[in-house]
Structures are given as C-alpha cells and as structure tokens.
T-cell receptor, first 112, second 113 residues
Framework: EPEVTQTPSHQVTQMGQEVILRCVPI?????FYWYRQILGQKVEFLVS????????KSEIFDDQFSVERPDGSNFTLKIRSTKLEDSAMYFC??????????FGDGTRLSIL | RKEVEQDPGPFNVPEGATVAFNCTYS??????FFWYRQDCRKEPKLLMS???SGNEDGRFTAQLNRASQYISLLIRDSKLSDSATYLC??????????????FGKGTKLSVKP
C-alpha cells in the first residue's frame, strides 16, 4: 500500500537554527498538509497546500514557517529560527480529491 | 465550546468487552468525519470515515448524528491490540473543499487480558 514518508525521523536542533522537515506524499495525491503534535496534546493543523500554493493556514503557521514543493515528489516544511516551543512531532499528510488524509510516521523535532 | 470534543477517558476494559467512544463538534457546516487511532508516539492511522447512514467495518461501527453534531465509534469484542488512543477528526470543508482536519484530544483505550 502506498504511504507518505517523512525524513528525518528525529531532528535535534539548537534554538535559533533553521530546520527543514521533508515529506514525500503519495504519488497521485493532490493535497498536502502539515500538522504538529506537542507531547501530550492534540494533533493541530498547520497548513494545507494545493496547486503549488498554500490553500489554508492556522494561527500557528506564522512568518517563521514556510512550505515548498521543490520538485514533483517532495513537500517540505521550513522553520526559520526555531524556538523551544517548536519541539513537537510534525506529521505530513496527503489526500486525493476526496477528503481522506493519510499521515506519514512523523518527524520528532527537539529544540535545545 | 471546543471545536471537537471527546470523552476524556481513559477507558480500561477487559478483552471481549464492547466499548463506545463519543465525539461532538461545534461547526454545523462540517462535512467529513473520521475516526483515527494513534499508538503511543506514532502517527494517526485512519480507522474509518463516518457517513450519515452509519458504517460498519468488522468489529467497528461508526455513527453520525448531524442534528446533534455527534459522532460515535463502537468497538465490539475488543482485543488487546485495540489498545490505543482514538481520535475523532472533523473536516470543516464544504462541498469540494479539502480543508484541514480538526482533531479532538483523543480517548485512550486500554484492553486488559
């Protein structure tokens, strides 16, 4: 069964550094998403992406965050200057035209 | 009122028990509803989409009540492997809009031998 893949599985970064989280969505999917989950809390929407542009973003997705689809397969989330509170699991998801979203196994981001 | 609210749990049940999870949502324009399961420190995995007519998949039955803005999940004959956190998710999109998923905090289920 096709799946969403994310790299790295764990990223440790110093506060203030830039970090890029990578995702390869399912190949025929058109809609791409990033979510995050702070330890012990609920899964929170960050941003959705369709047709090479952001279609929706949450209050969490401020100017420190950006997304890109640099080629036909990758979908990246960049955090420009990381803060301690950015420590979380980051999940990428993708969907076809229907709304059912499939999640990758996540990147654990630890900010020191 | 929170956008998506679930039973706080945890639910501790013996093997073979029937367990029901409830979820309410606040946005009456919501169109798509899902149950995901999440194992500890893992990604949410889609368990079932929830349709107005209700749907069943083996031991799992999901129901939607639009008038009450309420979704349920019933697990019959629970197995040890059902132990996980069950997340209710609602898509706020309308019609063809994909929209984002709004998740509840989840209800933890522990099935004991």
């Amino acid at each position: 069964e096709p799946e969403v893949t994310q790299t790295p599985s764990h990223q440790v970064t110093q506060m203030g550094q830039e970090v890029i989280l990578r995702c390869v969505p399912i190949s025929n999917h058109l809609y791409f998403y990033w979510y995050r989950q702070i330890l012990g809390q609920k899964v929170e929407f960050l941003v959705s992406f369709y047709n090479n542009e952001i279609s929706e973003k949450s209050e969490i997705f401020d100017d420190q965050f950006s997304v890109e689809r640099p080629d036909g397969s990758n979908f990246t989330l960049k955090i420009r200057s990381t803060k301690l509170e950015d420590s979380a699991m980051y999940f990428c998801a993708s969907s076809e035209a229907n709304p059912t979203q499939h999640f990758g196994d996540g990147t654990r981001l630890s900010i020191l | 009122r929170k956008e998506v609210e679930q039973d706080p749990g945890p639910f501790n049940v013996p093997e073979g028990a029937t367990v029901a999870f409830n979820c309410t949502y606040s946005n009456s324009a919501s169109q798509s509803f899902f149950w995901y399961r999440q194992d500890c420190r893992k990604e949410p995995k889609l368990l079932m989409s929830v349709y107005s007519s209700g749907n069943e998949d083996g031991r799992f039955t999901a129901q939607l009540n639009r008038a009450s803005q309420y979704i349920s999940l019933l697990i019959r004959d629970s197995k040890l492997s059902d132990s996980a956190t069950y997340l209710c998710a609602v898509n706020k999109g309308y019609g063809g809009s994909q929209g984002n998923l709004i998740f509840g905090k989840g209800t933890k289920l522990s099935v004991k031998p």
